[in-house]
């Protein structure tokens, strides 16, 4: 949010004596980077599950800006290993291919739910706070019965135990699990009602005796020579838009409209005033890195290969992730400027080394073609990324939300750069800057020429020395045009459905692609989600080509149970930008994804074959505000005819 120097001095004046600044914050240190794993429990002469018990935690979130830690009780997943200082990140679950998860998931918020009371014939206002499911976001698994199964209402009392049989042949990565009740989902997810979820495989690629891949798992190849796999940082990025509220029940707002607490309050998320367009900014709160506000990474050496599993669990905040090296001299502090433009300057003033490169190795969990190196992670609500990241020298280094122009962040507004936290380096080791790409690309041969034999290691170092191709990792095939059985064709948008002079109200909408006498593409057929509609009925066995365009803002198409491959990006000029180049779609033709983020005025095309399961599931906005009030499909897959 853009203050001029009149409204900052007003702000000052105003509420020096309510922000009570005190010294300056500290950072917390995080030595492995890792959210708590979650064990598993013995569930009655059941087979082991995790346990899951969804229940109002209090615990505290550090407010720079406050110069202090604000109590807060929110909605949160709470299992044997919960910290109880920061409940609100929920614990790290790993599964392998051909396993089945088992998650006891119990509701032990109130009964009493005055979000659900009253008429909801409308099902497009958010509704029944305390009740809840969970979605295994981008795993391919059965949609039905107690599986993937966002239909499913847990109410207050109630447990679910959820089986995930995921497939021998579903591919190992980066996921997340999040409730995903219609009419409760923003509310959970921001509560911090979102955990890591990783599949772990060891299938070693094999070649056939035509030469073709039988791919493995990326996991197989990125292992230190000992057989060790690379050190990893698995880091959830939330965005808790907490609030404190007055006696009238209304959120505490300063002159500007930005939010405060008073130092006997207890921040809370349940309204949905706390979500739209602007509320983010205004919030002043900063994005949570597993748990805590502008954490210090520790463990890093310089010069060793380390894995970054990224994943974006809120809902409100486009995370735009760099690297720099902090100034010589400078201490690693906590930027508590009053303003945006005051802590990007902090961070323009102390981060000022060099863009560390950054080389990414998957998308959604999905292994790339080849190894993308590229100078920052761009994250919109639902995406993860794979990243290897080697330090160039010791020292510390910034991590930061880079500058972000409007259309291309959720919120459609202007982002400042903004400090995320701080990694502490150790280490001897002094590389050009310039020469990590060939430092990471020596240690992926090496591990190659450690892991694998004969032929299947000579075709890997070949790929590897071959600009980084990935070819034997790549989890699912290409989907050629020969494939493609028939299309689809998806438009977002939302619009004020009052005239004035009633106050606004947004209906969010998916409709279907047409053109209009002048061939220019429109939105057909757009409605807010209906339960009792099924919008697409799709084949198995069939594959579809998408193209998806949004008409008013930028929104991150989701799908459920089936990936999809992008074929192309085209801009409001006309040109691919799913190339080669710079940008947050640089690089992602042929890529797999279960989330991207539809630019207005921007044609997308996609690709997804549909696959062993059958059943009802949904595609939504990933702006999970959006979702709840309507901008959200039933997708049923049936056997042909
Ligand atoms: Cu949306």
Redesign the pocket.
Known sequence: MRHNGFIRIILLICFCGALSLPARAQSVELPLGMPAPASPVSTGGAPAAYRLDVRYADGTILNPVAGRREPVRLRSYVSETTDADIPFLAPLIEAAPGETVRLRVTNSLPAEDPSCHGDHANVNVPHCFNTTNIHAHGFWVSPSGNSDNVFVSIRPGQTLDYEYNIPEDHPSGTYFYHPHHHGSTALQVSSGLAGALIVRGGRVPRLTAEGRWVRGDLDTLLKTPGGDAYPERTIVFQQIPYACRNAEGSIRVRDDESWWCAESDTGTIENYDQFGQSTWDRSGRFNALNGHVMPTFTGAHAGRVERWRLIHAGVRDTVRVQLRKLRQGAAADLPDGQTPEDRQAFVDANCTGDLVPLFSVALDGHTRHRVAEKRDAFLQPGYREDLLVMFPEPGTYCVIDGEIPPEESISGRPQERALLGYVAVGGTAALDPAGVAGAIQAQLVASAVSEFDGAVQDAIVRDLTAGLALSAFVDHADIADSEITGKQTLG?R?HNVNLPPDPPRYQ?EVGTLGLDIGGEMILTNSQPYDPDRIDRVLALGGADEWTLASFW?G??FHIHINPFQIVSIVDRDGKDVSGPGTGQYAGLKGVWKDTLFIEEGYVFKVRSRYRRYVGDFVLH?H?LD?EDKG?MQNVRIVLPD
């Open positions: 977002f939302y969010h803002g929104h991150p906005c702006i959006h901008m």
